[in-house]
């Protein structure tokens, strides 16, 4: 016979462990608080650079030159009226340096390059301003440059800079030697046009404190108050509705205490999710708000299959009491619930270590989320039931519908 695991034994102490846990979550949210996202708090959030200049290019031609740079080349797109339109190509591969591409780029009629770092600057290392216009003009346009061996700017320098401003969070994207920073500045609603207005106040602050032609706007996001408030909204009353309809769902498929306790086993889930969100600083956003949303349907799913094993234990094992048929339920799929949960494990640690950004903070909310929701399903939801089941008249015990049995002598 298979062993049968003592699982009830552990219900209390691991009860009392996710209490600290979600206190300590709850506590954060007074604390920290969350660091929302874009999607949920009004403002303008952008992602700089401190690099100096590489080199720059002007033009004053009577066409159109446009720059597109990409991982391993740059194009200058020669295109108007009175000239013929052509394409230079620059691959790194043949001019892997900038002193080698300033040289080259002289065969445009019209483009001037002028040096201002080393010549020896790794051409593949270059990058450009996202805000700035990518058609060559008499203003320079500047290609950027971080190096080893420049000194690190630290958050709190940053913070200097922008101490101005009344609402700013500043924090360290990347290795320090990045020189990347992720600035939020908060929007009331006051000012009308507050992306720009933002934006040029926060260009201002830092190109003051760290040098013109210094500050690099790798990606820039704005979101108003009103339409942030609207998403917020809609967030928790998508989770709050996903909850009711599994609520229903799981009363009409079991009774009422099989579904309280499969919905607090995803509350629960929900609540660590918080936790850990509230705690690491991990932006909360709508992808966020997605890998939340997912390890609730997971959770129910793992639990379905726990309570459905529970009702046939019952039928096959009648003398057994509730607590008995919980231990014999949870053992027996064990191992179905492990090779599951490490399947899907394996598919969200890829995410995890071969993305970035986004998509790399909902991996890491997944799986944190698969490991809470396998513990609720064992320690929460049936620590629920079998709580309940004490003060129950029946003691917790599944009733099924059985034939009376037939006597000899009397008629079926």
């Known amino acids: ?23 300590c979550g709850i506590a954060g949210l007074f604390i920290k608080g969350i660091n929302f996202g874009i999607d949920f708090q009004a403002g ?37 009226i ?80 922008l101490s101005g401003f009344e609402e700013v969070s500043v924090q360290s994207v990347g290795e320090p030697s990045d020189r990347t920073f992720q600035i939020r500045l908060s929007d009331d609603g006051s000012v009308e046009q507050a992306g ?6 926060l260009e201002n602050a830092l190109v003051n404190h760290f040098g013109e032609d210094s500050v690099v706007v790798v990606s820039s996001d704005f979101v ?37 306790g499969a919905v607090l086993a995803i509350i629960h889930d929900a609540l660590i999710m918080v936790a850990f969100i509230v705690w690491t600083r991990m932006q909360f956003n709508s992808t966020t708000l997605a890998a939340v949303l997912t390890i609730v349907g997971y959770s129910i799913n793992d639990t379905v299959v726990i309570f459905d094993r529970i009702r046939e234990n019952k039928r096959l094992h009648p003398d057994k009491n509730l607590t008995e048929i919980l231990n014999l339920s949870q053992s027996e799929c064990l191992g179905r619930t492990l090779i599951t949960t490490i399947t899907t494990m394996l598919a969200v640690l890829s995410l995890y270590f071969f993305t970035s950004g986004d998509i790399k903070n909902f991996a890491l909310a997944l799986i944190v989320g698969l490991i809470s929701g396998v513990y609720s399903t064992i320690y929460i939801a049936s620590a ?7 003060f129950r008249k029946d003691k917790g015990l599944i009733k099924q519908d059985q034939k009376k049995p037939v006597r000899i002598g009397e008629s079926l």
């Open 1 to 23: 016979m298979k062993r049968v695991i003592q699982f009830s034994k552990f219900f209390l102490p691991m009860v009392i462990l996710s209490v600290v846990i979600i206190a």
């Open 44 to 80: 303008l959030i952008e992602q700089i650079r401190i690099a100096p200049a590489a080199f720059s290019l002007t033009y004053d031609g009577s066409q159109s030159v446009a720059v597109s740079l990409s991982q391993n080349k740059i194009d200058l797109v020669v295109t108007g």
């Open 82 to 161: 009175g000239g013929d339109n052509k394409t230079y190509s620059f691959p790194f591969s043949q001019y892997p340096s900038a002193g080698l591409f300033i040289e080259a780029v002289k065969e445009v009629p019209g483009v001037t390059a002028e040096s201002l770092a080393p010549a020896s600057v790794p051409m593949d290392s270059v990058f450009v301003d996202s805000s700035k216009l990518t058609r060559l003009s008499e203003t320079p346009y500047f290609f950027h440059y971080v190096s080893m061996s420049m000194e690190q700017i630290s958050v709190d320098e940053v913070r200097d800079a």
């Open 196 to 201: 720009s207005v933002l934006a040029s106040s």
């Open 224 to 260: 108003g108050a009103r339409f942030s408030a609207s998403l917020a909204k809609q967030a928790v009353l998508l989770v709050v509705g996903a909850l009711f309809l599994i609520l229903i769902y799981a009363s009409i498929r079991f009774r009422w205490d099989f579904a309280f």
């Open 384 to 390: 629920f039931i079998s709580f309940v089941g004490r």
